[in-house]
């Protein structure tokens, strides 16, 4: 009887210890989770800030804004955006900003995306002019280049219509540009 006892006791002590164990583990377990979701804070505030912002506010990347601005462009002929059109602008976005087929499709795609949603489409380009004129990053050189990257979409399917006339007078206005 005291072996089956002594046996009983190893095994209750043995149990006490694996729970023990369990339970630290779920300690740990939870204490990593708080490190994690610590860790992500920043980019979860950042995340909710952005999400109560709308659209153009959101932009800040001038190759971002550059784009958006070529879209607006290509849709002020009237009616979708042509496979010329979007031809052009992914041309465009990959000569200048030199990226891969891939990004510049991306990127295309996301600024048609945007301008589902954008105000009127002067002060859409007013807005964006004001950002890219105003990058640092970005010179004299790189304010005419956009300016011929717009004229080539606007001339994408012949003449460029009035209101696309008046967009590419926008920004040229914004930049400085004599016409």
Known sequence: MPMILGILAVLVAIGVWAWRLQMAKRGLDAAAEVV????????????KYKMGLGGLDLIDDPREAA???MMQVALA????????QGDIIEGE?????????????ELAA?????C?????????MARLSKLVVNAPQL?????????AMLVAVSEA???????????????????????
């Not at 976005?93 to 499709?105: H, K, L, M």
């Not at 589902?116 to 859409?124: G, L, N, V, Y």
């Open 139 to 147: 010179g004299p050189k790189e304010v005419v280049d956009l300016d």
């Open 36 to 47: 994690k979701t610590a860790a992500n804070a920043p980019r979860r505030f950042a995340f």
């Open 116 to 124: 589902q949603s954008c105000p009127p489409a002067q002060d859409t």
């Open 77 to 84: 002929r009237g009616g979708p955006l042509t496979i010329l």
């Open 157 to 179: 399917e012949g003449l460029p219509t009035r209101a696309q006339l008046r967009l590419l007078q926008v920004y040229r206005d914004m930049a400085g540009l004599k016409t």
């Open 93 to 105: 976005i990959r000569e200048t900003f030199r990226t891969t087929p891939g990004e510049a499709e």
């Open 110 to 114: 996301h600024a048609a995306w945007v």
């Open 67 to 69: 784009a958006i601005m």
